[in-house]
């Protein structure tokens, strides 16, 4: 679980943890690392109990915050049976290069087209 900055969209980081107000309680601060915003969270002796069985760490103050996903590579039809053209034996590098070059430019879809500028950059 992980707790997130509603505006920034940025994984808080936990700032502070200390015992609750009820027995078995916790109480923890989260502060956003880019707006600087907090919230904080208390736990009630139930909800303690469960994140201790599970052996869930609530964090720490020098954990680190959480990477955000990264968008999926999707490759088109066309651009599939194009790979289908490349010897077996290279597909593997040629796939990853392509992949490579097209996260650098920020894009998500493979298409021929992306294909071709992958290979100018490669010079190949």
């Known amino acids: 679980m992980e707790i997130l900055c509603v505006p920034c969209g940025v994984s808080m980081k936990v700032g502070q943890t200390k015992k609750g107000p009820n027995d078995g309680s916790m ?4 502060g956003c690392p880019n707006c600087k ?5 208390l736990t009630g002796p139930e909800e303690s109990k469960l994140i201790k069985s599970l052996n869930i760490s609530a964090g720490s103050a020098k954990s680190a915050p ?3 996903a990264k968008p999926e590579i999707v490759w088109t039809k066309d651009a599939e049976a ?12 040629a796939k990853s290069g392509i992949e490579k070059y097209a996260k650098e430019k920020g894009v998500t ?3 021929p087209e992306i294909m071709d500028a992958a290979r100018e950059t ?3």
């Open 66 to 68: 959480a990477k955000p």
């Open 37 to 41: 915003s907090t919230i904080a969270l």
């Open 122 to 124: 490669m010079g190949m």
């Open 109 to 111: 879809e493979i298409t």
């Open 82 to 93: 194009r790979m289908e053209n490349v010897p077996v034996f290279v597909r593997p590098m």
């Open 27 to 30: 109480a923890l601060k989260f």
